[in-house]
């Protein structure tokens, strides 16, 4: 007879979130993305769409993009969550944070954190990618005001700047 | 009305055992969620019938893409940036290949899976055309033991599927048989990135003295399943690639299919779409053969 009621009701995770372990008690099916909006605060990662079509809740899981709002929190238990949150060390923005400063990469600001990691992982499979390259990286992203121009010029400054 | 997690089980059993035993003890009371690209969207819609799930998310056994002298095993498991990035199948199983890139961006594709794809049983999906064009074989499994089926006929109907409660897809089976075929596949969308099929092709050909001697044509979003042009490949084999031929391809193509009107096209411009793309697939087919 098995027991069926097991995972009925919160349970703890434990997850590593931007290098820091963090464990929570909610449900299994609650959205990797609820989770680090709500229970540990990290409202750097926005919803959009929530159906996985728009990438503003785009986060790194072991160095791989995903959409937050698809993953239930249970599959994200014992991963490495990386957030927009963990890429500034102390008041010193990443090279990519930056570039989208400069460049105007981000308006409204909604689409800005996914568009950022969705980048982080590219410039991490490519340091020097082409613009169809950028293109391709940042397709499951959505932005309603820049036009992308200078989202892509972003990212090709970022590049540009980077060692190798 | 967005679904309440507190509603929903959600169990991670940790190996394939554990996970068929489970369905086998209740069956039909569990989904199993992969990579969430489907299910969490139906989840988040409040659209999810199922109130038991269970993760077969990082598997070790769905896992991996073995390369076997006659055949290569993809693991059901296997996400879409790991089919994009393996050599052999870039090599000998390009439509594959082609249809993970175009199937959602980076994220889905890091999460999304080959298994996922079949039993989610879109008949808009671009990878499954490319499946029927390769006469995959799905290898299912169950407390039961394993049985190797093909793929074609393993959709019955709109979302059916030859699969009992209690079983699983374990690896999907492909031949390497195909050195020597034109590999074509195209999608026809609204644009380029990110949007899901009007209609799609997944075709395989082989010509000799220009007499077309093999061919293997799927089509995607022109019936309830995922399509083979059975019917077409037959009228074909033996023929040159003629102005005649091609009408007559385009017309057979037209009686095999069953398009409907819905959110992304009309049956009226699939059925012109898809007469079209079987007839460019044997145009490239004939230019092959002039530069081979």
Known sequence: MTNTSENRGKCEFALTVNGKAETVRVYPMERLLDVLRQELGLTGTKEGCGEGECGSCSVLMNGKLINSCLVPVLQATGTN?????GLAEGP????????????GGAQCGICTPGMILA??????????????DIREGLSGNLCRCTGYMQIFDAVMEAARRSPA | MRSDPADFELIAPGTLQAVVSRLADEPGQWLPIAGGTDVMVQYAAGK????KLISIWNLTELQGIEVLPGEIRIGAGCTYTEL????????EFPLLTSAARWTGGIANQNRGTLGGNIVNASPAADSLPALLAYEAELLVVSVRGERRIPYLGFHTGYKKMDLAPDELIRAISLGRTFSGYLHHARKVGAREAQAISKVCIAALGSLRDSVIEDVRIALGSVAPVPLRLTAVEQMLKGKTVEPELLRLA??????????????RSTAKYRAAVAGNLVAEFLEHLRDSGNTA
């Open chain 1, 119 to 132: 980048s982080c992982h590219l410039l991490d499979k490519k340091p020097k990618p082409t613009l169809d």
């Open chain 2, 48 to 51: 999810l019938s199922a109130r």
């Open chain 1, 81 to 85: 969550l990386t957030t927009i949150e």
């Open chain 1, 92 to 103: 010193q923005l990443s090279a990519l944070q930056a570039a989208f400063l400069e460049c």
């Open chain 2, 250 to 263: 385009r017309k057979t193509a037209a009686a095999a299919i069953q398009p409907i009107d819905d959110i």
């Open chain 2, 84 to 91: 994009r990035e393996h050599d052999v199948i870039a090599r």
